[in-house]
């Protein structure tokens, strides 16, 4: 497909466990974003890449909480000793431009992890 | 810092009805605008927006007109569908910044 893919679309995780979520961008998208979206909230930042480079992460709530995009496509937020309050709907969106949030962003369906 | 304050939701409506769903802003600079939503089962899609004071985005039949002096960016419509049944979130993007601020969001219902 054309859009921005997530996977898994669902993840159960007991807590303490370790979890990798994957964002396939669109292709040739420069700026990938990473968003956390708790229940009945709007999304809120996380991590962004320009290409392959991490030029924000302020809004990463820990240090359990790391995001890569190696090779300047794929990109994947990994959580350590996950936690209960890390259950939300992760939301990955990619955009074409170099300007961020002012090129239109595509986002994905979303990851929704439950912490048990 | 930077927030994005909408009105409380859920809002339900009749077909044809007249739209309006308040947003206000607080930001350091001179942000943009933006109006996303998420219809059942999709992602967030971007609706409309404006990147400076006055401007008006438009989209769909809706409508958003940035006004500095009421730090607001309200949606409306005049005149709404069963299918513009979703999830609308306000945003803003500060003057450099490559990320967005949402707000709560507001779950819309249309009944036929």
């Known amino acids: 497909g054309a859009g921005v893919s997530q996977s898994p679309r669902y993840k159960v995780a007991k807590r303490g466990q370790d979890v990798a979520l994957r964002c396939d961008p669109i292709?040739?998208?420069?700026?990938l974003f990473w968003y956390q979206q708790a229940l009945g909230q709007g999304p809120e930042f996380l991590t962004y890449f320009q290409n392959e480079a991490q030029l924000d992460k302020s809004g990463l709530p820990s240090d359990r909480f790391f995001a890569e995009r190696p090779e300047g496509s794929v990109s994947t937020l990994k959580i350590q000793r996950t936690q209960q309050e890390d259950s939300a709907v992760y939301l990955c969106?990619?955009?074409?431009?170099?300007?961020?949030?002012?090129?239109?962003?595509?986002f994905g369906n979303g990851t929704r992890l439950t912490v048990t | 810092g930077d927030s994005v304050t909408q009105m409380e939701g859920p809002v339900t409506l009749s077909e044809e009805a007249f739209l309006t769903i308040n947003c206000t802003y607080t930001a350091t600079g001179y942000p943009s605008l933006f109006w996303y939503v998420q219809y059942p089962g999709e992602g967030l899609q971007l609706l409309l927006k404006?990147?400076?004071?006055?401007d008006k985005g438009s989209n769909k039949g809706f409508e958003a007109t940035y006004r500095k002096e009421t730090t607001s960016f309200h949606l409306e419509k005049g005149s709404v569908q069963v299918s513009d049944s979703a999830v609308y979130f306000c945003a803003l993007s500060d003057q450099g910044a490559q990320k967005l601020v949402f707000g709560q969001g507001t779950r819309l219902t249309i009944n036929p």
């Open positions: 969106a990619s955009s074409l431009g170099r300007q961020g949030a002012s090129s239109p962003l595509h």
């Open positions: 292709s040739g998208h420069v700026s």
């Open positions: 404006a990147t400076k004071a006055d």
